[in-house]
């Protein structure tokens, strides 16, 4: 089993940015064996929608038309952490953002939700208009 933890959500004036953290635990196998970690967000009334996805052991990543340029995601394996770096937020970026990992590899399936096996909490993230 894998506990995904983000953090670094908050309130940010319209133009400002932000930095989320998603923080795996659990056993070393299991995280190892993670081959793509999306980002999702989902605001009051709608959808989840994919935001972006990183494949954990290549360059690969790919992001929403509506952040690209925008939001960029890494990651340090060292410490088991996917970052997911907001800039130029406008009041449309207010989401609930949550963290997701599979074992699948990353690619064009990556914005579909249920083919995750782990997700975070989520973490806030409002930029006032």
């Known amino acids: 089993q894998v506990q995904l933890v983000e953090s670094g959500g908050g309130s940010v004036q319209a133009g400002g940015s932000l930095r989320l953290a998603c923080a795996a635990f659990?056993?070393?196998?299991?995280?190892?064996?993670?081959?793509?970690v999306g980002w999702f967000r989902q605001a009051p009334g709608k959808e989840r929608e994919g935001v972006g996805s990183?494949?954990?052991?290549?360059?690969?990543?790919d992001y929403a038309d509506s952040v690209k340029g925008r939001f960029t995601i890494s990651q340090d394996s060292a410490k088991n952490t996917a970052y997911l770096q907001m800039n130029s937020l406008t009041p449309e970026d207010t989401a609930r953002y949550y963290c997701a990992a599979r074992f699948g590899r990353c690619g064009s399936s990556w914005t579909a939700k249920e083919t995750y096996n782990y997700w975070g909490q989520g973490t806030q993230v409002t930029v006032p208009s």
């Open positions: 659990g056993a070393t196998y299991s995280i190892n064996s993670i081959n793509c």
């Open positions: 990183i494949a954990t052991n290549s360059a690969w990543a």
